[in-house]
């Protein structure tokens, strides 16, 4: 009878613990169904509430490995990772990466330097993996309430930890081969550039005098081509706002001898001046400096 008080008293734990287990309701073929949340971890279980029909994990998960070596480790045969996004409004699935300083409790503004987020490839190259390219978002201006200016950074190449080659900052402006973008350059490029075609800038070129009536305006804003409008040619040719002025060359394509030079510029204009035949065919070419 002693005996039989004795497992009673013991059970009660048991039985008391057991009231706080999900309502298990098990599916065909499953080892195990949880009706509501689940909290894992010694400082999670007991303590803290998981979200209704979730799960809160103290430490790290694997999937498709039995020693995850980060808050989360996929490993699987498979090559693709999917996410879905099913609504009425015109976004899609998105990914988020975030960085704050202080603690998650007690964020503070991230500083100028700091890398907000980055996605890496590596390969493994028959011992261990290198990085072999890398984008990354780095803080590149001062942090303030609803700012945080920040540079779109591209880095690739052969060894582990390969160098920039392209950056997008928060100006919008691009450099490739430099980190430092000239801010009169949406685009600056350091090196030799190879294009097979037409390079144009913006919208066709306009000519506001000094060439009769001009015909046949093709190219882009600061190279092309025109026919002539009148002997002795003089065109005025509108040019975007350079930093501070132009260099311009042109030839005359129909006759060859004929000479066209450039004789005054502004920052947002050339002047040719030459002896052409009306109608001869003129190319252009304009620098800023």
């Known amino acids: 009878m002693v005996a039989m008080k004795k497992t009673c008293f013991a059970l009660i734990p048991v039985i008391a613990a057991l009231a706080f287990i999900p309502t298990l309701a098990l599916a065909s073929g499953n080892a195990g169904d949880f009706d509501g949340g689940v909290a894992i971890g010694s400082s999670y279980a007991g303590v803290d509430a998981a979200p209704t029909n979730g799960l809160i994990v103290q430490g790290n998960v694997g999937i498709g490995t039995t020693v995850p070596a980060v808050p989360l480790d996929v490993r699987a045969a498979g090559d693709e990772?999917?996410?879905?996004?099913?609504?009425?409004?015109?976004?899609?699935?998105g990914?988020?990466?975030?960085?704050?300083?202080?603690?998650?409790?007690?964020?503070t503004a991230i500083n100028n330097g700091d890398?907000?987020?980055?996605?890496?490839?590596?390969?493994?190259?028959?011992?261990?993996?290198?990085?072999?390219?890398?984008?990354?978002?780095?803080?590149?201006g001062t942090v303030s309430s609803g700012s945080v200016p920040t540079d779109i950074v591209f880095d690739n190449g052969t060894a582990s930890f390969p160098?920039?080659?392209?950056?997008i900052t928060s100006a919008g402006?691009?450099?490739?081969?430099?980190?430092?973008?000239?801010?009169?350059?949406?685009?600056d490029a350091r090196g030799m550039i190879s294009a097979n075609g037409h390079i144009?800038?913006?919208?066709?070129?306009?000519?506001?005098?000094?060439?009769?009536?001009?015909?046949?305006?093709?190219?882009?804003?600061?190279t092309g081509s025109f026919k002539a409008g009148q002997t002795s040619c003089a065109p005025i040719i509108?040019?975007?706002?350079?930093?501070?002025g132009w260099?311009?060359?042109?030839?005359?394509?129909?006759?060859?001898?004929?000479?066209?030079?450039?004789?005054?510029?502004?920052?947002?204009s050339c002047t040719l001046s030459g002896t052409v035949t009306a109608s001869d065919v003129i190319v252009f070419h304009a620098e800023a400096y």
Not at 200 to 214: H, K, L, Q, W
Not at 247 to 268: F, R, Y
Request: a neutral charge.
């Open 95 to 107: 990914l988020r990466l975030r960085k704050a300083r202080g603690t998650e409790t007690s964020p």
């Open 115 to 140: 890398v907000a987020g980055t996605v890496t490839f590596e390969g493994y190259d028959g011992s261990t993996y290198q990085t072999a390219a890398a984008v990354a978002g780095i803080v590149n």
């Open 173 to 187: 402006l691009v450099g490739i081969g430099t980190n430092a973008p000239l801010n009169s350059s949406i685009l």
């Open 81 to 93: 990772a999917y996410f879905y996004r099913y609504t009425s409004d015109v976004y899609g699935a």
């Open 238 to 244: 509108a040019l975007p706002t350079a930093p501070n």
């Open 163 to 167: 160098p920039e080659h392209m950056r």
């Open 200 to 222: 144009a800038n913006g919208t066709t070129f306009t000519i506001t005098s000094g060439c009769g009536t001009p015909t046949s305006l093709t190219g882009g804003a600061t």
């Open 247 to 268: 260099w311009c060359h042109a030839w005359d394509l129909t006759t060859t001898t004929d000479t066209l030079k450039q004789t005054a510029t502004s920052t947002t």
